[in-house]
C-alpha cells in the first residue's frame, strides 16, 4: 500500500507543478486597486508589430482601455478620455535587455461634438466615409516624443 501511495502522490506533484508553470507564465490582469476607479485609464492591453511599406520599416502599436467591458450589453461607445495623458513607451536593443524605454511618447485626446443639440451623440444618420456630416462624435490626438 506504501510503495502505490508514493508513485500516485509524486505523479500528482509532477502534474500540479506542469499546470502551475504553465499559469505562471500567462499574463495577469488584475489590476492596481486604484486604477479600478478609473476605467477610462486603466489600460488592459498593448499590442505592437511592425510593418514595411516603400522599403521603410513603422512600428504601429494599439492600446486597449476599458477593462470587463463586454461590446454585446448595447450601444455603449467607450471613447479616449480627453481628461487622461495616455502614454507608450518602447524599448529596443539593449534598452530592452535592461528594461528600459528607448522612446517614450504621450498622447491627449479631445474629443468634439458637431451637434450638440441631439441626444444622439456618436452620429446622426449614415456614416459612408471618414469625417462624415453624420459622423457627430470625432476624436483627435496630439502625440509628442518625451524621450
Same mark, same amino acid.
Given at each position: 500500500?506504501?510503495? $502505490? /501511495?508514493?508513485?500516485? %502522490?509524486?505523479?500528482?506533484?509532477?502534474?500540479?507543478?506542469? &499546470?502551475?508553470?504553465? $499559469?505562471?507564465?500567462?499574463?495577469?490582469?488584475?489590476?492596481?486597486? @486604484?486604477?479600478?476607479?478609473?476605467? #477610462? %485609464? *486603466? !489600460? !488592459?492591453?498593448?499590442? #505592437?508589430?511592425?510593418?514595411?511599406?516603400?522599403?521603410?520599416?513603422?512600428?504601429? !502599436? %494599439?492600446?486597449?482601455?476599458?477593462? &470587463?467591458?463586454? =461590446?454585446?450589453?448595447?450601444? +455603449?461607445?467607450?471613447?479616449?478620455?480627453?481628461?487622461?495623458?495616455?502614454?507608450?513607451?518602447?524599448?529596443?536593443?539593449?534598452?530592452?535587455?535592461?528594461? /528600459? =524605454?528607448?522612446?517614450?511618447?504621450? &498622447?491627449?485626446?479631445?474629443? +468634439? &461634438?458637431?451637434?450638440?443639440?441631439?441626444? @444622439?451623440?456618436?452620429?446622426?444618420?449614415?456614416?459612408?466615409?471618414? *469625417?462624415?456630416?453624420?459622423?457627430?462624435?470625432?476624436? !483627435?490626438?496630439?502625440? /509628442?516624443?518625451?524621450?
Amino acid at each position: 500500500m506504501k510503495y $502505490i /501511495r508514493k508513485p500516485i %502522490a509524486a505523479g500528482t506533484v509532477a502534474l500540479a507543478l506542469s &499546470f502551475s508553470s504553465v $499559469i505562471s507564465s500567462a499574463s495577469s490582469h488584475m489590476d492596481a486597486p @486604484l486604477i479600478t476607479f478609473d476605467d #477610462a %485609464a *486603466n !489600460t !488592459t492591453d498593448v499590442y #505592437a508589430f511592425v510593418t514595411q511599406r516603400d522599403g521603410m520599416k513603422y512600428l504601429s !502599436t %494599439a492600446v486597449a482601455v476599458y477593462p &470587463f467591458e463586454e =461590446p454585446g450589453i448595447g450601444p +455603449n461607445k467607450y471613447n479616449f478620455d480627453d481628461n487622461v495623458r495616455y502614454q507608450i513607451h518602447v524599448a529596443t536593443g539593449s534598452d530592452l535587455e535592461r528594461g /528600459r =524605454p528607448t522612446f517614450s511618447y504621450q &498622447f491627449d485626446f479631445e474629443t +468634439n &461634438f458637431k451637434k450638440k443639440n441631439t441626444i @444622439l451623440q456618436s452620429y446622426v444618420g449614415v456614416v459612408n466615409d471618414v *469625417n462624415d456630416a453624420a459622423q457627430n462624435l470625432t476624436q !483627435t490626438y496630439q502625440p /509628442r516624443k518625451i524621450s
